[in-house]
């Protein structure tokens, strides 16, 4: 089981989903384009696009976007297991119709919390994870926003500062605006190489830092099962993939059968499913 990993920057890596994934047997194979390295034109068994700095339209100034919009578009198309988070959920939507733009709300940054929506009810990632005795939070940074889904997107989660937190779009593609594969070292990172502009801004970067540290367990309560579900998803869809590959190969190379009838015979030829 093998995930392709879009990495925009060396501060925005797997962090939880490291450890996490690996443990549920996937193998992350990370694709980092701002080392020149260059995005495939397909995803391995899975996809997962990571976050980052850039706008979701800032092609000239990062000139790997059209590419991860293709191979989402293309892995959203083929069913191919899809997890976008934050720059790769806003991604996604733009590859696949949807509207991303500078959010009408401000930078959101901190531990938030995030809210279940009704379609979150039977979703084979977010089935119950959000509902728990304590509200569910997550690590948030950014101030760009979703603010229209592509079409047929389920709703999955919402917010209090941006309504558009998470959706399902088809059966195994979800993109969601939050971190939560971010650790509270990662976040304090994004913390120290910004306190300035965050101050600014009036957020008290130091209560930032010190809240997610003290959220640490709680966070990695919640989404640790969010991905190994995902793990499990492209686990399911390798195998199905793998099945069907298999059977094609065994029918394609089936040898004739002859069928009697009488003192008449025909071979009746082998065909190939396409």
Do not use: K
């Amino acid at each position: 089981m093998r995930i392709t990993v879009i990495e925009h920057e060396a501060g925005a890596g797997l962090g939880f989903f490291a450890g996490w994934l690996a443990r549920s047997g996937a193998e992350c194979e990370v694709v980092r384009p701002y080392l020149e390295e260059a995005v495939p034109e397909r995803a391995a068994d899975g996809l997962i696009v990571l976050g980052g700095e850039a706008a979701a339209w800032q092609d000239e100034d990062y000139p790997w976007l059209p590419a991860t919009r293709d191979l989402i578009r293309r892995s959203v198309d083929t069913g191919v297991p899809t997890l976008g988070i934050c720059l790769g959920a806003q991604l996604m939507t733009l590859a696949c119709g949807g509207t991303v733009e500078r959010g009408g709300g401000g930078l959101e940054v901190g531990v938030r919390r995030i809210v279940p929506l009704p379609g979150a009810s039977g979703d084979p990632l977010f089935d119950g994870l959000l509902d728990g005795p304590e509200p569910a939070v997550a690590v948030q940074y950014h101030g760009d926003a979703m603010t229209r889904l592509p079409e047929g997107a389920v709703p999955l989660a919402t917010g209090d500062a941006y309504p558009n937190q998470a959706y399902r779009l088809g059966e195994r593609a979800w993109a969601v605006q939050f971190h939560p594969e971010a650790t509270p070292e990662i976040f304090a990172g994004w913390v120290d190489g910004s306190a300035e502009h965050l101050v600014a801004l009036g957020h008290p970067a130091a209560e930032l830092v010190t809240e997610a540290a003290a959220s640490g367990p709680r966070l990695a309560a919640v989404w640790r099962p969010f991905a190994e579900r995902f793990a499990a998803t492209v686990a399911s869809a390798a195998a199905a993939v793998s099945v069907a590959s298999v059977a094609s190969s065994a029918t394609a190379t089936a040898p004739a059968t002859t069928v009697a009838s009488g003192t008449a015979a025909c071979a009746v030829p082998s065909t190939t499913r396409p």
